[in-house]
């Protein structure tokens, strides 16, 4: 066995850390898709008539969707009416404090290395945590109450602030968008809703924490995120699923909205069960994520960092409609076994003088396949539109594939749009001159791999961009090419 | 320190070294010379530890261990150090960051604790004056668009943060100018204590202006087939490598 072979061979028989799951009992809708289940959930999350009907109308139209085929990612049919819809721990009301919070789920979290507690304040994170499809508590609301900020589950939102969701829900992902979106939209199950008012600036990052629990459900969370005139926040996503040998929907739709002068920064650690070695398992993560900078001057920045999930299929995307809007993404995404990964990102130029920047850094290693897709368009009003967009590929092993598809669209002669991109395979010559210096091989790839990342990783708050690194070492300990 | 007996050694099946003898001692300097595809860059390499060369015989003893018992990071950790003739770039790493974690390993396996960041500064600045070395360059990624010379001082650089007890400098004279040359060749000889020796493994005898070996080998054909003091560098510098090789043919 050549070095290369054993290495990989470590490599993939690395076990997924989050595989477990906790006995919670659970409330959940029997298995199968069709209007009663539809009107089971909202009936469950004791909804407005307005919202039942606005989740009938997106089912009705799924209903009348095709799941798309065109992401370069293969996976069986998948059976929607083999699925349960809803599930949520059984433990009474929604609680009213942390004290009311079921203990296990506490330890749940802490095993996941986040904590519900005080302990966050030191670190001036807070936190929705999302546990299959209920938001179970929500830190630091009360702090962030008095600066007007709203933070709290979907579920909570449409009780307290219908006329918010009700006038921004849908407005940047319709429900008829994409089948997926379309699915979300008729069975979202909760996610977490944040405003920021005119002029404000979040003073700490809002974060989320998702996490599958249930065997056989999807999850199916919104987020919906509106910053108004002048402000600022940023927010964190971090998503982690027990291991299961059947594979999980996970489908979510995030919608951000930039008023004038207002920045959003939206950042993913997306560590879902990836499937076992064998490509057993793991998660099918069908996500859409748009924001729009609807005035001028407004900012939204993606960055993610995916390493999990067996199928992932993903495009945060920018429309920048306000003139000198900016749209930013920034990602990382690492396969490895038999994960497929079709991910990269959309820049549509509306407005003058718009600007986005893209940086896609690939890494794949075992039988994975890794596809950027990404999209320009600049529209006929939008002069002085800029891109730049930077995709580097970066191969361990001869077995997986990276994949380019860049689509470029542009409808007026002003635009300058650029397109960088590079394939490079972590070098043997590499892994030995850090060797030849005291450096292991694990950590020579560790090493190796976040440098190559580095530029993306650089935009993550602190606090998670620790959480990644240590993240893409555990996820390619020591592979190379 | 270092023992080398019969080492044998392949490349894709092909024989490069032949059986290699050579004595090593503390505080020793030895030129490793010969005309080039003799294998000298492969006697660097095999005893580095590069996983493209196969050991077929012949025992490496590196003070009292068998060294072909271990990886590459393990012989590094035992002090062993190659000064690469091409040093390699590592992207969005910064020299910095990579003897940060270079140097916590080697302590790790020496059952010290980590440098704390002022410790691990004031070294770098101790270390960086031997070799005349900018701090902004120790920033930016690892040998990414360096130039020779700079690669070259920031390999002499690495030699002194880790210290180690044996340092094997491969063609480090290669592609430098005579200031870049005097400067590397300063560096090694501040370096020079009676517990470390140093292996310069060159083609040309000027590098051997500036580093005075004790022993001065060729290397022809897989083979030490002379072996002398400093003077042998010169002659060969005079004569070049042909009567070497026709004394070594006719031996045969």
């Known amino acids: 066995m050549s070095n290369d072979d054993q290495i990989l061979e470590e490599f993939t028989s690395k076990e997924y850390e989050f595989g477990w799951t906790v006995d919670l009992e659970a409330d959940e809708a029997p298995k199968g898709l069709n209007e009663d289940i539809v009107r089971f959930i909202s009936a469950k999350k004791d909804e407005p008539e307005w919202l039942l009907e606005w989740r009938l109308d997106a089912f009705r139209k799924w209903k009348e969707m095709k799941e798309p085929t065109w992401p370069n990612v293969h996976y069986p049919k998948i059976d929607y009416q083999d699925i349960k819809y809803y599930s949520a721990p059984k433990k009474g009301a929604a609680p009213k404090s942390l004290d009311e919070v079921d203990p296990e789920l506490i330890a749940t979290f802490e095993k996941l290395g986040i904590s519900l507690t005080e302990q966050k304040r030191l670190t001036g994170v807070a936190v929705d945590a999302v546990i299959d499809s209920v938001s179970v508590a929500t830190t630091f609301k009360d702090t962030l109450a008095e600066l007007g900020i709203i933070f709290c589950s979907f579920s909570e939102a449409v009780k307290d602030h219908p006329e918010l969701i009700r006038k921004h829900m849908g407005s940047v992902v319709p429900i008829s968008d994409n089948y997926f979106a379309a699915l979300n939209s008729a069975v979202f199950s909760d996610g977490s809703f944040a405003y920021i008012p005119k002029g404000v600036r979040c003073p700490m990052e809002l974060s989320t924490y998702f996490r599958i629990n249930a065997a056989n459900t999807g999850q199916f969370e919104r987020t919906l995120i509106v910053a108004e005139e002048g402000s600022y926040v940023s927010y964190l996503e971090g998503c982690t699923a027990p291991q299961r040998d059947e594979n999980q929907l996970h489908a979510a739709v995030v919608e951000i909205k930039a008023a004038a002068n207002a920045e959003v920064k939206y950042s993913t650690v997306q560590n879902w069960f990836p499937g076992d070695k064998d490509g057993k398992g793991g998660i099918y993560n069908f996500v859409t994520k748009r924001g729009i900078c609807e005035g001028d001057h407004s900012k939204i920045s993606w960055t993610q960092v995916e390493t999990g999930s067996a199928v992932t299929w993903k495009y945060p995307s920018c429309i920048l409609k306000g003139d000198y809007s900016v749209g930013e993404f920034y990602s990382v995404a690492v396969t490895n076994n038999y994960q497929q990964a079709d991910t990269g990102t959309k820049m549509i130029h509306i407005g003058k003088n718009t600007k986005s920047r893209i940086v896609s850094k690939g890494i794949s290693a075992g039988k994975s396949q890794n596809s950027y897709r990404g999209q320009v368009q600049v529209m006929k009003r939008a002069e002085n539109a800029r891109n730049h967009s930077q995709c580097d590929s970066l191969l361990m092993g001869d077995q997986c594939g990276a994949h380019t598809f860049p689509y470029i669209d542009i409808e007026n002669k002003s635009a300058q749009v650029e397109h960088e991109a590079t394939t490079s395979k972590i070098g043997e010559d590499q892994i030995f001159y850090c060797q030849q210096r005291g450096i292991d091989e694990e950590s020579a790839v560790a090493l190796i791999v976040n440098g190559y990342a580095k530029e993306v990783l650089k935009q993550l708050p602190m606090e998670f961009a620790v959480e990644a690194q240590k993240l893409l070492a555990l996820t390619l300990e020591g592979s190379v090419g | ?252």
């Open chain 2, 1 to 252: 320190m270092l023992s080398i007996k019969n080492l044998q050694a392949s490349v894709e099946e092909k024989e490069i070294l032949r059986g290699i003898n050579l004595e090593v001692k503390a505080g020793e300097v030895h030129a490793i010379m010969g005309p080039n595809g003799s294998g000298k860059s492969t006697l660097a390499s095999v005893l580095a530890g590069k996983e493209d060369y196969e050991v077929t015989g012949g025992e490496i003893d590196f003070l009292g261990k068998d060294l072909l018992e271990f990886d590459a990071d393990e012989r590094a950790r035992e002090g062993v150090f190659l000064a690469f003739q091409y040093p390699v770039e590592i992207p969005g790493v910064s020299t910095t960051n990579f003897m940060k974690t270079a140097l916590n390993q080697i302590r790790e396996h020496r059952g010290e604790k980590p440098l704390d960041a002022v410790s691990f500064l004031k070294r770098m600045k101790e270390k960086m004056k031997l070799v005349e070395i900018d701090q902004s360059l120790l920033s930016r990624s690892l040998n990414e668009g360096f130039s020779g010379g700079e690669k070259k001082r920031n390999e002499i650089f690495q030699m002194a943060m880790l210290e180690p007890k044996l340092a094997i400098l491969d063609e480090t004279d290669s592609g430098l100018d005579i200031d870049a040359l005097r400067i590397v060749a300063n560096g090694v000889n501040a370096l020079k204590s009676k517990e470390n020796a140093t292996i310069v493994v060159t083609h040309y005898q000027r590098l051997l202006d500036y580093i005075v070996p004790d022993y001065v080998h060729v290397l022809y054909k897989g083979r030490i087939v002379k072996s002398g003091t400093k003077e042998l560098a010169l002659e060969l510098e005079e004569k070049g490598y042909d009567w070497i090789k026709e004394e070594a043919e006719a031996q045969a």
